[in-house]
């Protein structure tokens, strides 16, 4: 009998699981170089298991790549929008964990408030998989890491540069520093730092955070160079944080202060003019498309993963 496992945020796997997840990752995708991307893997892992996904908010990247990852690995989808469910209709979070793991294998949610998340956790007894809330965005981190590897970089000691927004996708990076040993210098104007626990998070894995308000010295020699859109979808303040937003635009200037080999990551969609420029966004250095790809490859060993069949995770 497998066991079920929520993947709530990265710590819920750990350093060692989550290099299991990326090794995992790197090998099913090169197994199945060329092939048609609704054809199944050779195993077809999930053959028979049903996958839940969940969305109180939009998606493009997340809702496709579950849907094409679980089809890969042999198993099928059902997609419920809040708006046309009873979810959206008052049914308690609690009831809806408990109906869907009366009729499915496991649930992926994307949804604002983390507390969602982990009340759906608490009364699921089916794997609980994040697919975005306002804490964190630990299947994307997956897939940047499977990325930042594909790319030749290996991660102890890697210097990641963050800039703009201390939001859900940075706290997630903060986690993965402190368990996979590489240093981040977050660069955020005064008022929009992380959240001081992911901080310490990082920090006490042995991870080196730096936070400044100055984009420059974050990016001074950094391997990796990475933003997300400015606005989050509803943000009532858009024109003040785009303002205060301006000076931390990934530009040409600023990735030429970092290493000559270093890349560009955002996880889309992204506002070109805005956080980052077009010169950078278009150029060789560029990964983001290799990024978005990567997250079918990823969100695969996270489902192995949950379902307790990863080798070594």
Avoid at 69 to 92: H, P, Y
Avoid at 203 to 211: D, K, M, P
Avoid at 234 to 251: E, F, L, S, W
Wanted: aromatic content about 6%.
């Amino acid at each position: 009998m497998t066991v079920a496992r929520h993947f709530l945020d990265l710590g819920d796997a750990g350093a060692d699981a989550i290099a299991a997840m990326i090794s995992d990752a790197l090998d099913r995708k090169e197994a199945r170089r060329d092939w048609p991307k609704g054809k199944t893997d050779a195993d077809e892992p999930l053959k028979g298991r049903v996958l839940a996904l969940v969305f109180e908010k939009n998606s493009t990247r997340t809702r496709v790549s579950f849907d094409v990852a679980m089809r890969q690995l042999g198993g099928t989808v059902l997609i419920l929008e809040a708006g046309s469910s009873q979810l959206g209709r008052g049914e308690t979070i609690a009831d809806t964990a408990r109906v869907l793991s009366r009729m499915v294998d496991a649930i992926m949610l994307r949804t604002d408030d983390h507390a969602k998340i982990e009340e759906m956790a608490r009364h699921a007894s089916v794997p609980v998989i994040n697919g975005l809330t306002d804490r964190s965005h630990p299947c994307q981190i997956v897939a940047d890491l499977l990325t930042i590897i594909e790319h030749k970089k290996p991660l102890p000691g890697l210097e990641v540069a963050w800039f703009g927004d201390g939001n859900n996708v940075l706290h997630s990076v903060l986690e993965a520093a402190g368990l996979l040993k590489f240093n981040v210098r977050v660069a955020t104007p005064e008022g929009y730092e992380p959240a001081a626990e992911f901080v310490e998070i990082a920090r006490s894995g042995g991870a080196s955070v730096t936070l400044t308000h100055n984009a420059q010295q974050a990016a001074d020699g950094a391997d990796v160079l990475v933003t997300d859109t400015w606005i989050s979808m509803g943000q009532a303040d858009a024109d003040d944080k785009r303002k205060a937003m301006a000076p931390y635009q990934v530009n040409g200037d600023l990735m030429a202060r970092a290493k000559p080999e270093a890349i560009f990551l955002h996880c889309l969609p992204a506002h070109v003019g805005e956080e980052v420029s077009e010169d950078v966004f278009e150029s060789s250095q560029s990964v983001v498309f290799d990024e978005a790809e990567n997250r079918i490859h990823a969100q695969k060993s996270v489902l192995l993963w949950s379902f307790g069949l990863l080798a070594n995770g």
